[in-house]
């Protein structure tokens, strides 16, 4: 802020925080609508192509199989939320592709979705997977990305399930419009464990259920 003031001689009135927003400083309500609209249209003009968030061809069979498992895994106390979208089957398609939202993009994402996903190739696996994820994090996954099938999203309550499905819409939304800008830049592992640890977050996360 101190460098952009010398170098402009007035403070920033637009400011763009990495995995966080955008921020914009105006005297009139008219004001900050002109600026924020200044920003989204330059951004816009740059996207090469949009996320698509319809339904794609999934393994009708395998994903009404993986359904199955993961309420035996998870038991019946669990709500599971299916979305076959193209971007999800897209992502699950290949450990590559899983690689670009495997981590976290904003502060969010962590409180509603857990940190990261858990990708499965074979469904016959997911009870060990599960069980590995958990001992390994400390905790169950709420996003589980089935190749051929798409996103699963599990929670104790059909609300954190439900929402745990939209926030990950919107990282495979960030995904999605990043390759327009060089591709996503998701939060360190540094950054994602302080959040997972911070207990302003976690109370957070027990509100949202």
């Given at each position: ?14 400011i763009l925080?990495?995995n ?7 005297n ?16 816009r003009?740059s996207i090469?192509s ?6 794609g061809?999934?393994d009708g069979?395998?994903?009404?199989s993986?359904?199955?498992?993961l ?5 019946d106390?669990?709500v ?15 450990a590559a ?6 981590r976290?993009f904003?502060p969010?994402?962590?409180v ?5 996903p858990?990708?499965?190739e074979d ?6 997977k599960v069980?590995s ?5 400390g ?10 099938c798409?996103?699963y999203a ?6 954190g399930?439900?929402?745990?499905s ?7 939304k960030?995904a ?5 800008f060089?591709g996503?830049?998701?939060m ?6 302080f959040?997972?640890n ?5 109370y ?6």
């Amino acid at each position: 802020m101190e460098d952009y003031k010398a170098k402009y001689n007035k403070s920033a009135d637009m400011i763009l925080l990495e995995n966080h927003g955008v921020f914009v400083a105006g005297n009139t309500v008219e004001e900050l609508g002109e600026k924020l609209g200044l920003i989204t249209s330059k951004i816009r003009a740059s996207i090469v192509s949009e996320p698509d968030l319809s339904s794609g061809e999934f393994d009708g069979d395998k994903s009404m199989s993986t359904f199955n498992i993961l309420n035996e895994t998870f038991t019946d106390n669990f709500v599971i939320t299916y979305d076959p979208s193209v971007e999800s089957l897209n992502a699950a398609q290949s450990a590559a592709a899983f690689e670009k939202i495997r981590r976290p993009f904003n502060p969010d994402q962590i409180v509603y979705c857990k940190p990261y996903p858990l990708y499965i190739e074979d469904e016959s696996t997911i009870p060990e997977k599960v069980k590995s994820y958990e001992k390994e994090n400390g905790f169950l996954p709420k996003v589980i990305l089935v190749k051929d099938c798409g996103a699963y999203a599990v929670d104790s309550k059909a609300k954190g399930s439900e929402n745990a499905s939209l926030l990950f819409n919107d990282a495979l939304k960030i995904a999605a419009y990043a390759e327009s800008f060089g591709g996503g830049k998701p939060m360190t592992d540094e950054l994602t464990d302080f959040i997972v640890n911070w207990e302003a977050e976690s109370y957070r996360s027990k509100q949202v259920k």
